[in-house]
T-cell receptor, first 113, second 111 residues
Framework: GENVEQHPSTLSVQEGDSAVIKCTYS??????FPWYKQELGKRPQLIID?????GEKKDQRIAVTLNKTAKHFSLHITETQPEDSAVYFC????????????FGTGTRLTIIP | KAGVTQTPRYLIKTRGQQVTLSCSPI?????VSWYQQTPGQGLQFLFE???????NKGNFPGRFSGRQFSNSRSEMNVSTLELGDSALYLC??????????FGPGTRLTVT
């Protein structure tokens, strides 16, 4: 089955700096890679996703890159703000018809004011 | 649209008992997936239902089961509860796209 590894497990960044979280996956059949943000006591919130036919996707301060050959994908947050502090999870699944998400172990991001 | 809802939000049960959790998906979503979240094991896939049929299943024992109704609402059941079943149980709905949106979860404590 699929295995997703995520690094680092914790990350502290000065407010205004950039943060990068990296994930690798094992199953070459995986084609869909979402990222979730989970604040303390709240539900995981989908913040951005990418499919295998795209190498990069950007949404304001958040971007995700995908390298299918190397089987890794990354989340980039620029101009970090205190409200970006949360646990971030990457995940992978096959595309339509297989909704099983395999999650990484999470990255606790702390933005230092 | 209203988001995914789950009931109850909190539950305390005793070892050996059984429990049923409910999930109402976003209107129009036909797929419901269930996940278990614990500090030690993270987020793990339990099963997914689509059009009242279980389409995918994770690596959990048979004590964990589920079903989906014609209105896409889903329930999951855990029988013979063990201490290790204490967790946050999350459901997520999707389809026609595969973007999954999570409910607030049910916090289950087994004593």
């Amino acid at each position: 089955g699929e295995n997703v590894e995520q690094h680092p497990s914790t990350l502290s960044v000065q407010e205004g700096d950039s943060a990068v979280i990296k994930c690798t996956y094992s199953d070459s059949a995986s084609n869909y890679f979402p990222w979730y943000k989970q604040e303390l006591g709240k539900r995981p919130q989908l913040i951005i996703d990418i499919r295998s036919n795209v190498g990069e996707k950007k949404d304001q301060r958040i971007a995700v890159t995908l390298n299918k050959t190397a089987k890794h994908f990354s989340l980039h947050i620029t101009e970090t703000q205190p409200e970006d502090s949360a646990v971030y999870f990457c995940a992978a699944s096959e595309d339509f018809g297989n909704e099983k998400l395999t999650f990484g172990t999470g990255t606790r991001l702390t933005i230092i004011p | 649209k209203a988001g995914v809802t789950q009931t109850p939000r909190y539950l305390i049960k005793t070892r050996g008992q059984q429990v049923t959790l409910s999930c109402s998906p976003i209107s129009g979503h036909r797929s419901v997936s269930w996940y278990q979240q614990t500090p030690g094991q993270g987020l793990q896939f339990l099963f997914e239902y689509f059009s009242e049929t279980q389409r995918n299943k994770g690596n959990f024992p048979g004590r964990f089961s589920g079903r989906q109704f014609s209105n896409s609402r889903s329930e999951m059941n855990v029988s013979t509860l063990e201490l290790g079943d204490s967790a946050l149980y999350l459901c997520a709905s999707s389809f026609p796209t595969n973007e999954q949106y999570f409910g607030p979860g049910t916090r289950l404590t087994v004593t």
